[in-house]
């Protein structure tokens, strides 16, 4: 759905969108929409540029980032953002950014799609490194098994042989004592 500017100076949308999962692009690989992504919100335009605030609601599948196994991720997220036209920032005014400016985002043309400010909400709203619980052991770091679920089939890890000089020290040292 586009966000047209000028029919938003004349009346506000109230929107309540369904986005089926695979319709918006992430842009991203790492996850997938499992469930539909449900949008309430409410776009206007204010002094020229356009204010859009609502929620959305929907969820993830994601890989675990230390065993790799799949898990679901619920993301929920309030919004109320601010448009800017680009055209309508100077050089000057770009050089000399205040901490307010950093809350606006900006837009060329005549409007902006509402799939891509979602989609730009929905990334925000992800953690960075999802894990499928908390006491997770991950995988081997030698033979790649899955510590939740198998055993190791390693044999016992040697220590690093650039240490050896120092272990063999600290065993002439506890036989001193």
């Known amino acids: 759905m586009f966000l047209d500017v000028n029919e938003l100076a004349i009346h506000k949308l109230r929107l309540r969108r369904s986005y089926a999962p695979g319709s918006v692009d992430y842009h991203e690989v790492d996850f997938r ?14 002094e020229g540029q356009i204010r859009i605030f609502g929620e959305l609601h929907t969820r ?12 679901l991720e619920e993301v929920s997220r309030e919004f109320d953002l601010f448009y800017r036209p680009l055209k309508s920032m100077t050089d000057e005014e770009e050089a000399r950014l205040k901490l307010d400016d950093t809350e606006i985002a900006f837009f060329e043309g005549d409007g902006l799609f509402l799939a891509d400010v979602l989609a730009e909400q929905v990334l925000l709203a992800l953690p960075m490194k999802v894990i499928c619980r908390a006491d997770c052991r991950g995988l081997c770091p030698h ?13 016992a890890h040697a220590g690093d042989s650039r240490l050896a000089p120092l272990a063999r020290l600290k065993q002439d040292w506890f036989k001193k004592q």
């Open 60 to 71: 993830l599948e994601m890989v675990c980032a230390r065993c790799l196994e799949p898990v």
């Open 143 to 155: 033979c790649g098994a899955n510590l939740n679920t198998d055993e190791c089939r390693c044999e």
């Open 33 to 46: 929409q499992v469930d539909p992504l449900e949008v309430h919100a409410t776009a206007e335009a204010v």
